[in-house]
């Protein structure tokens, strides 16, 4: 790991060939956490894992920095059991205050055989509305989710649990230069910070603009080689070593 501030004044050396910081600083740092961002969106360096409450409708609310996930389970006796994803399941409605109904349950869905009119399947004059929640998806004993990025909550469907765990790509927020980057992003900001800086300064032709472009795709590129190696293998050797996988039914 690597202070951000270290990285801009590496970029000062071996970029602007300066050997000292000069009152350009705030501006390059400023540049170089705009680049993190930047790059996090597609290499996903920076994810979050928190524990969130189920709400009594069978939702549960998004972090207000949330990008998408990349687990969302249980915890089991220190082991986690993931979810089951259902894109069947529909959107929840609103009652009149505004606020997320909770699903009801049906016996039946066919109408005349003594249906609930309270259910999300039926409207109130008792027409049935083809909203069959959590029906036709999933295939999980834990239960099922989906997730409504949107309108900010995870739908529920089949889950006892009265809190969920979610690890999730989260936007950058409160850097300053002592915050620490993963080795492998390195060079790609620093070939960020340099085409940001010349795109802007006069003396640079547009052929330099566009071999600054192409360093930092490259640069980028061998990034996201480095954190597909070394991460995900990882994650994915966690998740079958450490993680209980949801039996199937």
Same mark, same amino acid.
């Given at each position: 790991?690597?202070?951000?501030?270290?990285?801009?004044?590496?970029?000062? !050396?071996?970029?602007?060939?300066?050997?000292?910081? *000069?009152?350009?600083?705030?501006?390059?740092?400023?540049?170089?956490?705009?680049?993190?961002?930047?790059?996090?969106?597609?290499?996903?360096?920076?994810?979050?894992?928190?524990?969130?409450?189920?709400?009594?409708?069978?939702?549960? *609310?998004?972090?207000?920095?949330?990008?998408?996930?990349?687990?969302?389970?249980?915890? *089991?006796?220190?082991?986690?059991?993931?979810?089951?994803?259902?894109?069947?399941?529909a959107k929840r409605t609103n009652d009149n205050c505004g606020d997320i109904e909770a699903v009801a349950e049906n016996t039946s869905l066919e109408v005349g055989n003594g249906f609930n009119y309270g259910s999300n399947h039926f409207t109130e004059d008792g027409q049935y509305s083809g909203r069959s929640f959590g029906i036709?998806?999933?295939?999980?004993?834990?239960?099922?989710?989906?997730?409504?990025?949107?309108?900010?909550?995870?739908?529920?469907?089949?889950?006892?649990?009265?809190?969920? !765990?979610?690890?999730?790509?989260?936007?950058?927020?409160?850097?300053?230069?002592n915050f620490l980057i993963e080795e492998f992003l390195v060079e790609a900001l620093k070939s960020w910070m340099w085409y940001k800086y010349i795109r802007r300064a006069k003396g640079y032709g547009l052929g330099d603009k566009q071999m600054a472009d192409i360093e930092y795709k490259k640069n980028k590129k061998t990034a996201l080689l480095r954190s597909n190696r070394f991460s995900i293998p990882e994650f994915l050797n966690a998740y079958r070593s450490g993680y209980r996988s949801s039996p199937a039914i």
């Open positions: 790991m690597k202070k951000l501030e270290e990285v801009v004044r590496e970029f000062y !050396i071996e970029d602007l060939r300066l050997a000292q910081l *000069d009152g350009r600083y705030p501006m390059f740092l400023q540049s170089a956490i705009s680049g993190l961002k930047e790059l996090n969106h597609d290499l996903k360096s920076i994810t979050t894992e928190v524990i969130l409450p189920v709400n009594a409708n069978d939702t549960v *609310d998004l972090p207000n920095n949330y990008i998408d996930y990349m687990v969302i389970g249980l915890v *089991d006796g220190g082991k986690m059991s993931s979810l089951g994803l259902n894109n069947n399941m036709g998806g999933g295939g999980n004993s834990n239960g099922t989710y989906k997730v409504y990025k949107q309108e900010g909550y995870i739908a529920l469907n089949s889950v006892s649990a009265t809190e969920i !765990i979610l690890k999730y790509l989260a936007t950058i927020e409160q850097v300053d230069g």
